[in-house]
């Protein structure tokens, strides 16, 4: 047996032991095994990454874009090369197949290489004679110290909405992981060393709630990326911006998918059915529940309980296996609970999948696929955020009364309708209350191109991660206006 690490924090260029007195261990959610320690790092830490940081930024700030963006390239390689390896870190971590996991980096990737084209993407705009003989440029500036605060679902790719686009801009950065899947982005360190990034430019500090608090408080922190719970990102997003900080919180949902009776019934169970139970529910854009119009509450009923039942649950290692576990014991517990209370509720449960046995990995945190039927649109099922395999079923007689039904939640992050009619589908993409939307798409996730746009409480504040969104984010615009007076042409 290998010895369990402690996990270092990467602060001004160098691994360093953290002095935290407090540590959690990380294990595989499928195992249990313990992989690591993490440090549960005090504000001093925080604050010398801080430091580091601002002192890299007076140099890297005026190292020009062209340059900035080498080391990215570097980055895109290294990444890369280390693909399967990243890919089976965040398997074993977090859970979810590694086809899933791959998915996850290739998306992380694609992020690195928008933000490469930054010498065209953070051009500012200008405008001569705007009076006579006075011309006006707008700049596009980075703003200095940048941070991040990751969920624990997506180790390895949510840091990648944000980071590449903040370096590139010419900003400097702090990455907080989640507590509990720290060791991706451990790797994903190692690779950014070796690109030779100049010290402080990249700094890991790995922690819980005292370092976000220090992150939120620190006077020379200028903007801060949250992804996480709703309560957590409400909390983040009044603190931060009491403290004068720019700030761009991403937070939870409870995503609609609604079922036309015209839609194509195989397709779209075997989308929906990814989305409902693909990285075993765990994802911000999950389909958590259904809404059936008319006659698909008997076609895709029955299919959507047969695909169910047949999905293969494991170790997301082991091949053949569709679905993962859940994060930890607390979480199966949570979720157990949901369905238990949505069942005594009045909730039919047409596929349990509680308590199931997976041979070979009984000390692991699973659920299989379970769909409940008749769902109550007021029970706390139908308007909790779940995050876990499961799949609520309601129905209703028209398209109004399930756009009504969609839009009446308190989440606005991923709406999707599943129709062969385009008249339908313009209805929907006009009046659904959610920032993504999908049509015959279960997982509406926008590409490193677009902004990831969430709404009402899965986001709070105003640009989005990814693209332009991140490029406007990471920026402050100057506007200069000029006046040179006198003929140039006398003068030479
Ligand atoms: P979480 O809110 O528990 O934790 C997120 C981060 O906040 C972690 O780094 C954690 O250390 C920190 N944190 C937690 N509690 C804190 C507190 N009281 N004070 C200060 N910091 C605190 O979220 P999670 O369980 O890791 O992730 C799952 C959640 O993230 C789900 O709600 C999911 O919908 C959401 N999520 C949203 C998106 C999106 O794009 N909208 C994407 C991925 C995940």
Avoid at 54 to 69: D, H, S
Wanted: proline share 6%; aromatic share 8%.
């Amino acid at each position: 047996m290998e010895p369990i690490i402690t996990l270092p924090n990467y602060i001004n260029g160098q691994w360093c032991a953290s002095v935290a007195t407090e540590f959690l261990d990380v294990t595989n959610p499928a195992t249990a095994e313990v992989l690591a320690k993490v440090p549960l790092s005090p504000a001093s830490e925080l604050h010398q990454a801080v430091k580091a940081a601002a002192e890299a930024f007076l140099t890297w700030r005026r190292t020009p874009p062209t340059e900035r963006v080498q080391y990215l390239f570097k980055l895109k390689n290294l990444l890369e090369e280390h693909f399967e390896d990243l890919s089976r870190t965040i398997t074993q971590e977090c859970g979810k197949t590694l086809a899933e996991s791959k998915g996850e980096m290739r998306r992380a990737i694609e992020n690195v290489e928008v933000a490469c084209g930054i010498p065209m993407m953070m051009q500012g705009t200008n405008l001569e004679d705007i009076a006579r003989g006075i011309d006006e440029i707008m700049i596009r500036q980075p703003l200095g110290v940048c941070a991040v605060i990751a969920p624990f679902n997506f180790p390895g790719m949510i840091p990648f909405w944000f980071m590449p686009y903040a370096l590139a801009c010419g900003n400097t950065y702090i990455v907080k992981p989640s507590e509990k899947v720290p060791l991706t982005m451990q790797k994903i360190f190692q690779l950014l060393e070796k690109t030779g990034l100049p010290k402080g430019v990249v700094n890991l500090v790995n922690g819980a709630k005292a370092a976000v608090d220090a992150i939120l408080d620190h006077p020379q922190i200028r903007a801060i990326s949250f992804v996480g719970s709703t309560p957590v990102a409400k909390y983040i997003y009044s603190r931060a911006a009491a403290n004068g900080k720019r700030v761009q919180c991403q937070g939870g949902a409870k995503n609609p998918i609604i079922v036309l009776p015209d839609a194509d019934i195989e397709m779209t169970t075997r989308i929906a059915a990814d989305s409902a139970f693909g990285c075993a529910g765990q994802r911000c854009l999950a389909a958590s529940f259904a809404v059936t119009v008319g006659e698909a509450r008997h076609t895709f009923t029955e299919a959507i309980a047969e695909t169910a039942k047949k999905r293969v649950v494991g170790n997301g290692l082991d091949p053949g296996v569709e679905m993962g576990p859940v994060i930890n014991a607390q979480s199966k517990v949570r979720i157990e609970g949901l369905i238990r209370k949505g069942a005594n509720e009045g909730a039919r449960l047409l596929v349990d999948g509680r308590y199931p046995n997976i041979p070979g990995y009984e000390a692991g945190n699973f659920i299989k696929p379970t769909i409940l039927q008749d769902v109550d649109p007021g029970s706390e099922l139908a308007r909790t955020e779940i995050f876990g395999p499961v799949l609520s079923l309601l129905h209703v007689d028209t398209i109004d009364q399930a756009i009504s039904l969609v839009n009446s939640g308190q989440y606005g992050n991923m709406a999707c309708l599943f129709t062969t009619s385009g008249a339908a589908a313009r209805k929907f993409r006009y009046e659904a209350e959610a920032g993504n939307i999908g049509i015959n798409i279960g997982v509406a996730a926008p590409m490193a191109f677009f902004p990831f746009s969430g709404w009402k409480e899965s986001f709070f504040g105003d640009l989005h991660g990814q693209g332009n969104h991140a490029v406007e984010f990471f920026t402050q615009t100057k506007v200069v206006v000029e006046r040179w007076p006198g003929d140039w042409s006398r003068q030479f």
